[in-house]
């Protein structure tokens, strides 16, 4: 699926993204990149699907969240079939917990 979406822009963006060194630069550039709306939505998605991935049930996941069903629905199909994109962050994410 990756390779659909790859574009010079996509790149530039991937680029970009990693050359940040911290959280505080984090929030620079996405205020500056993104709505408050988009932000939202983003990591919105990403709690349900660390979520998810833990085996909560759709229910808690919509009180914790607020996230519709079909947004559960969308993110689950991405965990179920996607690139596991999701399943690496959580995993070095649990990497780097370990580590501090």
Same mark, same amino acid.
């Given at each position: 699926m990756a390779r659909r979406l790859q574009d010079d822009?996509?790149?530039f963006l991937f680029k970009a993204v990693l050359s940040l060194e911290n959280t505080d630069e984090c929030y620079d550039f996405f205020e500056d990149? @993104?709505?408050v709306q988009e932000l939202k939505a983003i990591s919105q998605r990403l709690v349900v699907a660390k979520m998810l991935s833990e085996k909560?049930?759709?229910t808690d996941i919509v009180d914790k969240t607020?996230?519709?069903t079909a947004t559960i629905s969308r993110v689950?199909?991405?965990l179920q079939?996607? @690139?596991d994109?999701?399943?690496r962050v959580f995993e070095r994410l649990r990497e780097k917990e370990d580590n501090e």
């Open positions: 822009n996509l790149d990149l @993104c709505t909560s049930v759709y607020g996230a519709s689950n199909r991405s079939y996607g @690139c994109g999701y399943d």
